[in-house]
């Protein structure tokens, strides 16, 4: 995985941060893309952010939350 700054935006419709997530993560106990859209309103409009299949954008995101929780969790 590449190296992304915290301010790298994983969300663009909510304008939801990588440092956002990883906070999410560590200190509010985020496991799941549910808890991490409760917590940070990430992934809740288009979905797109959620994982590679759920990308219907042009160009493709290059990080995903659930590759986020993979590396966090």
């Known amino acids: 995985m590449a190296k992304f700054n ?3 935006k994983v969300c663009e419709c909510k304008n939801v941060t990588l440092g956002e997530i990883i906070h999410a993560i560590k200190e509010k106990n985020a496991k799941t893309v549910e808890d991490v ?3 940070t309103d990430a992934g809740t409009a288009c ?7 759920k990308d219907f954008g042009d160009p493709k ?8 929780l993979k590396k966090f969790t």
């Open 47 to 53: 979905g797109c952010c959620i994982n590679a299949t």
């Open 37 to 39: 859209k409760d917590i």
């Open 61 to 68: 995101m290059q990080l995903y939350i659930e590759d986020i």
């Open 6 to 8: 915290y301010s790298y």
